[in-house]
Each structure stands twice: as C-alpha cells, then as structure tokens.
C-alpha cells in the first residue's frame, strides 16, 4: 500500500513539472555582459558572445545572442540587432528572467526608433512584469527609464517624471550608480525640453559625476554634450569650461577615449571663447589621443570642431584641409549623418573662397548623400517593420501550436487525472473497507470486554452491598440484644429482685404472724404492676406496637414527643404525603434509621433542634434528619460513629443514604427509598 501512495505522489509530481524548463544562467557571464553594457563596450560583447558559443548550457546561449543583440544595437545595426531579438522572444517561455528583461529594453528600444511608441511600452509592460516576478532591481530601473524616453517623445511630462522618480528610488535603494545616472540625464532632458535651465543645468552635472565616476564613458559623453548645449542658454560657457578642465584633472590616464572626449570639448569652447592657438593644441592632442585608440569617430567629430575653428581664425585653407579629413575619418566610419552635415559646412567653404565647381561637386554629393540616407533610413524601417511583422506572424503560429499543444497536454492530464483518482479511490476504499473492519472488530471486542468487566464491577459491588447489610444487621441485632439485655438487668432484673425481697419479707412476716402484711402484700403487688408494665414496654420497643398498629407517621410522633426536652433540646417533625401505610418491612426500617440517627446525633452532636421530615412522593419516600450540632467531616468521621449500619439497613430496602456535614454547620441526612404504589 505505501509503495502505491509512492507511485501516486510521483506521477502527480511529474505532471507538476511537465513542460516546465530550468535552465543554468552563468551569474558571473552575465555581471560582465552587464559591464559590457554600462560601458557601450561593442567590440567586449561580441567577444563575450564568442566565449559563450564554446558553452552547451541553454543559458549561455541565451547570453551569447543576448550580447550580440546589445553589439548590433551599440554600433546601430537595427536590423541585425531586431533579428537576434526577434530569435530570443521566441524562446521567451523558458528564457532566464533576467536575460528576459534585458530582452524587451532592446526590443522596446527598437520600437522607439521606429516611432512605434505603442509596441514599446507594451515591451516595457511585459518587462516590468519578469523584473518584479523574480525581484531585478537593476533591469527595472533600466525598464523604467526607457519608459520615461518613450513619455517624453509624446510630451507626456508628467508621466515621464513619474517614471522617472520611481526609478531614481529604486536605483538609490539598490545601488545602481548607472541608473541613478541614467535618471540624472533624464530629469535633465525634462527640465530642458520645459525651458527649465537651471534645473538642467544641475541634473546634467549631477548625471556627468556619477557617469565618471564609474567609468561609463558613453553617459558621460551625452551628458557633456548636454551641459555644454545648457551652458549657451545660461551664459555659462566660462563656468562650462572650469567644469570639464576640472574632471580632465581627475580622469585617470587609462580612460583614454574620455580624456580624447573631454579635450575636444574643452578645445570647443576657447575657440568659442576667442582663444584660438590654445584651442588649436586641444584639438591636436584630442585628435592623436582618438587615432591611438582606433576611435575613429571620435577623432572625425573633432577635426570637424578643428576645422570650424580654423575657419574661425581665417585660416581656411587649413579649415578646408581638416574638414576633408574630418569627411575621411566619417566615411571610414559609416557616418553618414555627420558626413552631410559636414559636406555642407565644405560647401559653403568652397563658395566663399570662389571655387565655384568644388562647392557644385560638394553640393551634389550632399545631396546623393541626403537621399541615400534618406532610402537608407527608409530601407531601415522597412526592415525592422518586416522584421516586426515576421515576429507578429510567428507569434501568431507559436500561439496556435502552442494552443494545440495546451489542448492536447489539457487532455492528456484529464486523462490521467481520471486514471489516478480511480486508482486513488479504488485504493481509498479498499483501505476504508479494512480501517472499517479493523475498527468494527476492535468496537466489538472492547464491548465484550466491558460487558464483562461491568458484569463483575455489578457482581463486586452487589456482592460488597450484601456484606455490608448483613454486617449492618447483625450489628444492629447486636446492638438490640444488648439493649435489652442492660433492660432486663437494670430495670426488670432490679424490679423482680426487689419483690423478690419483698415476698420473702411478707412471708416471714406471715409465719411470724406480725401486724401488717396486707400492707406488704400490697407494695409487692403493686411493684409487679410495675415490672409487668415495665417488660410490655421492652416488649413494645422490641417489636414496635404502635409502628405496627398505627403505622409510621404516629409511631415518628411518639418517638419525637418522647425525645423533647424543655429549653435543651427542641424536636420538630414535619409530615407529607403520609396518609397511607407503607410495606411494614420499609416502615420498620425506616424508623430503626431515624432512631439510629437521632441516638447518634443525641451521642455524638450536642444539638438544641432536631429536624425530622417525611415526604412520600410518587415511587419514593424520603426521610430527612438534620440538627444544628457540632458536624463532621463524612469523609474522615463516617466510619467510627456507627454509621455503617444505617446504610445497611438502607441497603436492605433499597434505599440510598446522603451525608450533608461541616464542622461546626450541623449534619443532614437525607435516605431515599423507592416504594411501590398501591
């Protein structure tokens, strides 16, 4: 049976854990994946990925696509980047909750840039929900900062800074220095899209310290782009320039491409400020700190600034020079954006010092730049939008399958459900059959056990009731004997001895033939008067002449009236239901009880009232003696004071005794006795 309820447990287990996947993710694989991020570390992600392909665990592979995802999406191939995600949503039932949330930043960050802003808050949506499912703190402060962005696009302020406050408490309360910079650059963008300067102004230093902090070069990056945009609104370019000289004395010289960073800002700004040469040796040394990196966007966006404030010099020639490099670096980068925007400063350039035809080619090249921009954006968008589609259509079908699959898993659970419980209940009703029987039987036996111990209990105690009456009456015909023997020798022994004397002395007094014997025959006579009424009386007593002529009632009147005795001891009787006769046996013994108990209670009690009350009742009659005496303990007194043959004689009619006593409170006792009606 127990190796049944086993096999039943297991089989219901394994149903639990049906369709169920646990997949091992490498904590360690995924804090650098993290790092990676924080960082915009493109190049380092794909490597991670590489690594993680050389792993069989699900979760590695997970994390490997999840990286490149990131890459693609870091270096703005979109299209690459919705691809990799589009194969992770489709794993999104038994994907690791934390890749899970990443997942649907990026997805939501795809939508973004499609203007889609309805499919990325519902990503945000289903990401906060795997955030807050297994507690992520730091993929839901990402989550709702990406939530913010989308709010700000549609104007939606008030929502946005909602979002955003919820994030900053929790990146505060889960040390997520990131997200509190993420936040930081958020609020800034808010406050700047209100015109609220000032509030920028703060929100964006706040944002710049944190990001260099903890070296996240990318944030840091926009926030200086943005503080410098706040500066020329608040007149504050001096107080721009002070800021960003005095971070570049605390960066460290291995964060290389942040120094390259900060330098051409600060190169910027002394060319806006009027100090050209020193600008131009900022710009230099920003310029080969980028080449050495192999960054060459950075170095491009330089010499771009370069070039404007060479222009700004009048130095064109050099301007011109260092835009064309400026173009060189773009293109080699992808740039296309920057390229155009640039072609249109060297345009201008070129019409101002009269080269007529290089300003036209430049002209023309904007313009074949503009519109393959232009196909290129749409193309973009084109993509994604098939690649959104594509997902949509394989949801779609997924859902299907996975419909026909939850129908047909529903209904092979059904099945063995019902297979189970009817193995279950078959085997519930065997064991309630044998628990049934085992119990009826144990029922049984117990019965006949008790019946036999309450067979000899009721022998016991009959046997022990008839001892104890017996006991009680050949105590009491004891005590009687002994009674009329102190009778006969004091009183009718004494008398018969006296007329004894007194016939002897008569007859003396005859052979004598002294005067007077009709005197002595006199005295005599009437002293055997007297013994004779004296042996009626004992005679009486002994077999109860008025109890036997008149019955109980006037037979306990004369007892009581016997028992008064002025100003010491008061007797009352009270009477109910006594007009009728009781069997002679109940009555004989009832009254030999009450004598027994008035004698005690006269010997023992010290009494000055005597209560003795008769009730007869239907089926019963109750004989009750109380006094006022001196009380007992029942339990300590009850067998040394005679009272043992009065519940013997109550025994032997079938009556059963009450003891009422306390020191000092008097003694009630109550004898019931069942009668039978006439």
Known sequence: MRGFWCAFLLINLSDCLAGSAIHYLDSAAYARLSQLNDKADSEGLRALASELDRHREPGDHQLATLARAIADFRSDRLSACAERLDSLHRMASSMEPSVHAVMRRFRAGIRKHLGDHRGGMDEIIAGLEVAD??????????????????????NRHEEALDALQSAQRLAERSNHARGQGMVRLNMGNLRYYQQRYEEAWKDYESAMRIASDGGYDRLA??????????????????????????????????????????????????????????????????IAMSDSLGDRRTAADTRQFLASALWGLGRRKEAIVAMNEAIEGMIAAGDVSMQVLAREALWRWYEAVGEKDRALHEARIVDQLDDSLQQARYNERLALAEISFETERKEQEIAAQKQALD????????????????????????????????????????????????????????HESENKALHAMLNGQEKERKRVARELHDHIGSMLSTLKLQVDALETRLERNEP???ARASDAIGLLDKTASEVRRLSHDMLGSDLSRFGLSKAMEDLCASMRVAGKLDVELKQSGMDQRLDSGVEMSLYRIAQ???????KHAQPKNLVIC????????????????????????HAGIGLESVEGRA????????WESAIAKGTSVTVDCPIADD
Not at 596 to 602: D, G, K, P, R, V
């Open 133 to 154: 499912s297994v507690s992520l703190p730091h993929e839901r402060v990402e989550l709702l900062v990406m939530r913010a962005e989308l709010l700000l696009d549609e």
């Open 221 to 286: 990056e926009t926030a200086l782009n943005n503080l410098g945009a706040v500066a020329s609104h608040l007149d504050r370019v001096p107080l721009a320039l002070q800021l960003f000289e005095g971070l570049l004395s605390t960066i460290q010289p291995e964060r290389a491409s942040l120094r390259a960073m900060l330098l051409g800002q600060i190169a910027y700004i002394r060319s806006t400020l009027g100090e050209g040469e020193q600008a131009l040796r900022l710009f230099s040394e920003s």
């Open 407 to 462: 129908l047909a898993a529903a209904e092979d659970r059904r099945k063995r459900l019902q297979r189970n419980l009817s193995m279950t209940a078959a085997a519930a009703l065997v064991i309630l059959a044998l628990l049934l029987w085992r119990g009826l039987r144990a029922r049984t036996l117990l019965a006949a056990k008790e019946r036999e111990l309450h067979r000899k209990e009721v022998d016991q105690l009959l």
């Open 516 to 518: 007077g014997p009709r």
């Open 596 to 602: 027994e108990l008035i004698s005690n209670a006269l």
């Open 614 to 637: 008769l009730e007869r009742s239907l089926g019963r009659m109750r004989l009750i003696v109380a006094d006022d005496g001196i009380g007992f303990d029942p339990v300590k007194a």
């Open 651 to 658: 025994a032997s009619i079938g009556a059963v005794v009450h």
